[in-house]
C-alpha cells in the first residue's frame, strides 16, 4: 500500500488546505502493472456480480416511476389554504405580493357582499416561473394563508402560460372532512371580470 | 433432395454458407448485443442502471430494445461530410475497420470437424499469419479516417492509432512465437489440436495459457492494444481529443466504426480462446469413449461460446477498471517492456523446449 501522509498548507493565514499526499513507489511490482490491476479488478468485478445477481447496490432512482423522498419542509408549488369554513384564508393583505422579491405574485382585492366574510383575491397570481422558492411569502403571511408544503418539486410544462398559476389552481381541493362547515362552496367565489385576462391558464393544468 | 446436397456440398457455396453462419450467427450478433451489454456491464460495475428506457408499449425488454433503437437512429441520421474533406476516402474508410474485424473469423474454428466438414470458413496453411495481416489492414480504417475528414482533432487520433498499432503490431507477432514453437505449427487447426494433449496422464490440459503464461499476457495486451480499447484507447481519447479519429462520422458510418470495435473485441475473444485456451476442445471429453459425434459437437460449440463470452466480460471489465494510459506511457510500455519480454519469452520457450527434446 502507499504510504499516507497528511501534510498542512496554510497559504496567507486564511484559509488552511488540507492536501492528501500519495507517495508514489517504485519498483517491481508497479512497474509490472499487474498486481495493480489485479486489485482493481477484484472491486470491479464484486460490485458487477452483486449487482447482476439482485442489483443490491444499485442507487439509481427511476425518476417517474420512483421519486425521491422528500422532506416536509422542502419549498415546493405554493397552495392556497383554506378556513375551516371551507373558505380561503387569504385577506388579500398584499403582505406576500409586497416581500416577494421576484414580484411574481400578483393579487387584486375584492369584497364580498357578505359582510362577515373578509377582504379575498378576486385575483391571486403566481407565476413560478419567475418564483424563486425563497418562502418569504410564506413568512410573510399573517393568515398562514399560503404555504409552500405541497411536494411538488418539478414542475415542467411546455408552455411559460401554463406557470401562471391561478388563484383556483392554486387554493387547496375541497375537503368536506376538514372543512366541516361551509359557508360557501368553491362555485360561489366570484370570478374576476376578465376571466379570460386574469387567468390566462383556466383551461387549466392540473392542479396538483 | 440429393441434387441439393450436392450443390451445397460444393467447397465455394460451402464456404458462403459457413461465412454466412459464422459470421451472422455469430459474429455479428454477439458483436451488436456487446454493444448493449458493454453499457449494461459498466452500468453494473459503477452501480447504476444502465440502459432500460426504450420501449414498445410497455415492453422494453430490460434495455434490450436499446440496441433496435441504435440501429434506427444511425440509420436516419443524416451522413454529413465535413467541408474540405477527402470525400472518397472519408466515405470508405469505416469499412476497412469493419472487414478487418469480420475477416479474423475465416480462420477460427468454432467446432471440430466431422468427417471432412469443417465449422471453420478455410485452414489456411500460414494460419495466424494470416490475423497479422489482416489486423495491420485495421490501420488503414484509423489512418484514412482520421487524414481525410479535416479535422485536426481527429488527424491527432489517426496519428495516434496508427503508431500505437503498428508498434504493438511488432511484438504481437514476437509474442505468438512460442505458441508457435511449441506446437510447432502456425495452422490453427494444429495450434488446437495441439492443446487437446495432457499433462501428467489426463490432469492438466495442454492448454496455450499453461505452456504461454508469459506469451498469453503478452499477446492479449498486443490485442487490447491493437482495438484500441481501454487501457490504451489514446486514440479515442474522449478525453482530450474528442472521440479521436472517427471524430467527424456521424449515422451509419459511425456505426460502422463503433460495430468494428465491438466485433474485434469478440475477435479478440475468439482468437485468445483458440489459441491459449483449448480452442472448441472440450478438457477430459476423450475420457467419455464413444461419445455421440453430435453432442460432442454442441458441446463444443458451448464450450467455444462460453469462453468467448467470459473473455469479452473479461475485456469489458478491464475497460471499466484500468484508467487510461498516457500516449508516452503506451509507446513506453510496449518498446520498453512488452518487446524485451516477448524476445526473453522467445527464448527461454526454446531453451525449454530444447531441453526437453
Ligand atoms: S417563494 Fe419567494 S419568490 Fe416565490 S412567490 Fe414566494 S416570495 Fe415570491
Ligand atoms: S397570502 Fe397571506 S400575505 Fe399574501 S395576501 Fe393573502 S393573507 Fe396576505
Avoid at chain 2, 441504435?70 to 467541408?83: H, M
Avoid at chain 2, 471440430?112 to 496453411?125: A, K, M, R, S, W
Wanted: charged share 15%.
Amino acid at each position: 500500500m502507499p504510504k499516507l501522509n497528511i501534510c498542512k498548507y496554510s497559504s496567507g493565514g486564511i484559509m488552511e488546505l488540507k492536501v492528501k499526499r500519495v507517495e508514489r513507489v517504485d519498483g517491481v511490482k508497479e512497474a509490472i502493472f499487474l498486481p495493480a490491476i489485479f486489485n482493481g479488478l477484484r472491486l470491479t468485478v464484486k460490485h458487477f456480480w452483486r449487482n447482476l445477481f439482485g442489483a443490491r447496490d444499485v442507487v439509481t432512482i427511476n425518476y417517474p416511476e420512483e421519486k425521491r423522498h422528500v422532506s416536509p419542509r422542502w419549498r415546493g408549488r405554493h397552495r392556497l389554504t383554506r378556513l375551516e369554513n371551507g373558505f380561503l384564508s387569504c385577506v388579500a393583505c398584499y403582505m406576500c405580493e409586497t416581500v416577494c422579491p421576484s414580484k411574481c405574485i400578483h393579487i387584486e382585492a375584492g369584497e364580498h357582499p357578505d359582510l362577515s366574510v373578509e377582504k379575498y383575491p378576486v385575483v391571486f397570481d403566481i407565476d413560478e416561473l419567475r418564483c424563486v422558492f425563497c418562502g418569504l411569502c410564506v413568512e410573510a403571511c399573517p393568515k398562514d394563508a399560503i404555504r409552500m408544503d405541497t411536494g411538488v418539486v418539478s414542475m415542467a410544462y411546455t408552455s411559460r402560460q401554463t406557470f401562471d398559476f391561478t388563484r383556483d389552481l392554486l387554493r387547496d381541493s375541497y375537503d368536506p372532512k376538514l372543512h366541516s362547515n361551509p359557508k360557501y362552496e368553491d362555485e360561489d367565489l366570484p370570478k374576476p371580470v376578465k376571466q379570460s385576462e386574469a387567468l390566462p391558464n383556466s383551461q387549466g393544468i392540473p392542479a396538483t | 433432395m440429393d441434387f441439393l446436397l450436392e450443390i451445397i456440398m460444393t467447397p465455394a457455396i460451402l464456404a458462403c454458407l459457413k461465412i454466412a453462419v459464422i459470421i451472422l450467427l455469430f459474429a455479428m450478433p454477439l458483436g451488436t448485443l456487446l454493444t448493449l451489454m458493454e453499457r449494461k456491464w459498466s452500468a453494473m460495475i459503477q452501480d447504476r442502471v444502465g440502459p432500460n428506457r426504450a420501449n414498445i408499449g410497455k415492453f422494453t425488454g430490460n434495455g434490450l430494445l436499446h440496441i433496435a433503437a441504435d440501429g434506427l437512429k444511425s440509420i436516419f441520421k443524416e451522413d454529413t461530410i465535413p467541408k474540405g474533406a477527402n470525400g472518397f476516402l472519408y466515405l470508405i474508410a469505416p469499412f476497412f475497420g469493419l472487414i478487418a474485424a469480420v475477416a479474423i473469423f475465416a480462420i477460427i474454428p468454432i467446432a471440430g470437424p466431422i468427417g471432412n466438414f469443417t465449422f471453420q470458413v478455410t485452414d489456411v496453411n500460414p494460419g495466424l499469419l494470416f490475423i497479422f495481416a489482416i489486423t495491420s489492414l485495421n490501420v488503414y480504417g484509423a489512418v484514412l479516417a482520421g487524414t481525410s475528414s479535416n479535422s485536426k482533432f481527429a488527424l491527432l487520433g489517426g496519428t495516434r492509432a496508427s503508431a500505437q498499432m503498428i508498434s504493438y503490431e511488432v511484438f504481437m507477432g514476437l509474442a505468438l512465437m512460442g505458441i508457435f514453437m511449441v506446437y510447432g505449427t502456425t495452422r490453427v487447426s494444429g495450434i488446437v489440436n495441439g492443446q487437446n494433449e495432457y499433462w501428467f496422464g489426463n490432469l492438466v490440459p495442454m492448454w496455450g495459457i499453461f505452456t504461454q503464461p508469459l506469451g498469453f499476457i503478452l499477446f492479449f495486451t498486443a490485442l487490447v492494444a491493437e482495438t484500441k480499447r481501454a487501457p490504451f484507447d489514446a486514440p479515442e481519447g474522449e478525453s482530450e481529443i474528442v472521440a479521436g479519429y472517427f471524430l467527424e462520422y456521424s449515422g451509419m458510418r459511425w456505426s460502422a466504426f463503433m460495430l468494428a470495435e465491438y466485433v474485434s473485441l469478440v475477435g479478440v475473444a475468439a482468437l485468445m480462446t483458440t489459441l491459449f485456451f483449448g480452442g472448441y476442445h472440450v478438457p477430459w471429453l476423450h475420457l467419455w469413449e464413444n461419445a455421440p459425434q453430435w453432442i460432442v459437437t454442441i458441446l463444443q460449440i458451448l464450450k467455444f461460446t462460453f469462453f468467448t463470452v467470459v473473455f469479452c466480460w473479461f475485456q469489458i471489465q478491464l475497460r471499466w477498471t484500468v484508467p487510461k494510459f498516457r500516449f508516452d506511457q503506451t509507446m513506453g510500455l510496449g518498446w520498453k517492456k512488452l518487446l524485451p519480454l516477448s524476445l526473453v519469452n522467445i527464448i527461454v520457450t526454446a531453451l525449454v523446449i530444447l531441453t526437453l527434446a
